[in-house]
């Protein structure tokens, strides 16, 4: 049973200290691998590996925890955009975008995804550059939309879309597929003079396994700034799906499939992510509020402020999900990032990461608990689990992610532009913590990790055997004053320029 599977764990690790070191440091016992960085040649045809590198989903081959397929967001370029295309974003006057198409082009094909096969030889994790299953998907790429706004006027009558980017955090399906979450995409299709907005904003899913299958943007989650999914079931094995909104009072939303997962149906599962419930939450009445065209007044007397109707139809709804999510009344969040299932009692972990409108500037992790422990129930209760700030060491939480004895592992993200200086100083650069969610240390944190300058550590993913833990050194050396002058150097050291990319952690 799950109690002797999920025996309960201790840190095993000497906590380091907060540090604004330039360097991915560890404590005594663990190391770390790079496993690729951006420009590397991930498959025969010579595809490189994309930029800042985010969100990572190891997907075993054969069973192996040594050997995989390792999925891998690329979210934005920001002010490093020069060492890609070559337009000085750092210096250039926003208003005035003189980027070429051949600078877009490279623009958009560092973003999106990359597809790489790893493998642990003579102890190290490395990228076989030659693999058949090396993939990019960029924002150059073919996709469908699927689902009830796909064809709709909402979307333009589109069925097919361009390309993705913004790709910020993701998760993994039941069928082993990848979902990748569309975040900031309005400064992307700003750069890149992109006009067809709603076309972005999507979950998208990849199958890693299939080259040539082509990527989903599922439509029925709704359009907002996905941060990332965790997909779970309820008891009569309807498919749920929980989503943040990463923006300034945004909304927790999560969605419920009508049909019911069943494993022999395999990847066909997906047509589960077509046809469903999508819901926001209302934290103040602890109740789930379905976003639902047809049965919602609220929805149908909607209007805009010259007074006409805001939705006509659940397309309208699906595109436009923060006006829906408002106009039926669902409860301003402090920038919901990622959600997770905890694997053993199945209460699903929300990290706030901050919202200084509101004054709140560490953040907290939220543990909401659903009605009878059904996902798919309309009713919950929730707790503040953990609060950021001076005395918990750690600020601005973002990505989560589970080991299987039910300890929280979190990364944080406080701004380049903040870190290391006024309220933030004395958290050092961002850093990885182990949060026990259960026994005497419950809530407590420890801190596993710190990242190089400038960086945020994203997207954490452990191998099955939880032997090696996969991250991202996302940004490292952002808020730069020149090129001339970087602030990092990680990981090629001397007067290298830093590079964003994917290291394996091992020691556990
Ligand atoms: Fe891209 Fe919400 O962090
Ligand atoms: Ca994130
Ligand atoms: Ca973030
Ligand atoms: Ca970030």
Redesign the pocket.
Known sequence: GLEDKHKPAKVKFKPIQATNKDELVLPQGYKYDVVALYGDKINAKGDTFGFNA?FTCFLPIEGSSEHGLLWVNH??LGELEYYVTGYDALHADPKNNTRTSAQIEKYLYSLGGSIIEVKKQNGKWTLISDSKYGRRVSGLTKHTLTGPAAGSAAVGGAREVTGTF?N??GGVTLWNTILSCE??FDSVIADTKLKDETHYGWVVEVDPFDPNSIPKKHTALGRF?H?NTAMTLAPNGQLVVYM?D?ANDQYVYKYVSRGSYSKSTGKANARLLEEGTLYVANFGKGKWIALDYGKNEALQKAVDSTGKPLFTSQADVLVKCREAAKAVGATAMD?P??LEVHPIDGSVFISL?NNSKHGNFYGQIVRLFPKDNNHAAEEFTFEIFAAGGPQSGFAAP??LAFDSAGNLWVVT?ISSSSMNSGIYKTFGNNGVFFIPTSGSDKGVAAQFASAPVGAEM?GPWFAPDEKTLFMSVQHPGENLESYEAPTSHWPKGGTSIALPGVVAITGF
């Open positions: 985010d979210e934005y913004a910020c955090s975040e900031n700034s941060e943040g990463d920038r990032e990622d990461t973002d990505n993200d994203t």
